[in-house]
């Protein structure tokens, strides 16, 4: 009965690890080399709150590529945003709008407040993705 618990166990353990994806980030539109770019991927639970997933990487002129080494494959969506003082924290304005540059995956508009997240999730599977964001400042 144990060596089928433990194959049991392996199998889950394989499979979980078979769900995890590659992604890359391809975030365009930085306008300068100051501080970082950090991309976020979210679920749907965690769309426009604290994602669990992040990626910070040195800002280039340009645009910058972010990737994510084992996302579990899924439905997510992607933000982007210039930290350009390199604090990790996503500026506002008084009236709450993004301060520093920012964009979300699939490029949704928002109209009278913030997009939707079926308007920027992609599909990710077990094969990875390649996305791009752009940054709007």
Not at 14 to 27: L, N
Request: hydrophobic share 45%; glycine share 10%; aromatic share 6%.
């Amino acid at each position: 009965m144990r060596p089928s618990i433990l194959i049991l166990v392996a199998a889950l353990a394989v499979t979980g690890a078979a769900q995890a994806a590659s992604v890359e980030v391809k975030v365009s539109g930085v306008q300068n080399t100051k501080g970082q770019v950090v991309v976020s991927a979210c679920d749907k639970a965690t769309f426009l709150k604290t994602c669990p997933y992040n990626v910070k990487v040195p800002a280039a002129s340009g645009g910058v590529s972010a990737k994510f080494a084992s996302l579990p494959a899924g439905r997510w969506s992607f933000l982007a945003f210039h930290d350009q003082d390199g604090d990790g924290v996503m500026k506002k304005t008084a009236l709450g709008l993004p301060a520093d540059g920012v964009g979300l995956s699939r490029d949704p508009k928002a109209r009278f407040g913030p997009p939707k997240f079926e308007d920027s999730a992609v599909d990710v599977g077990a094969d990875g993705a390649s996305v791009a964001v752009g940054l709007k400042y």
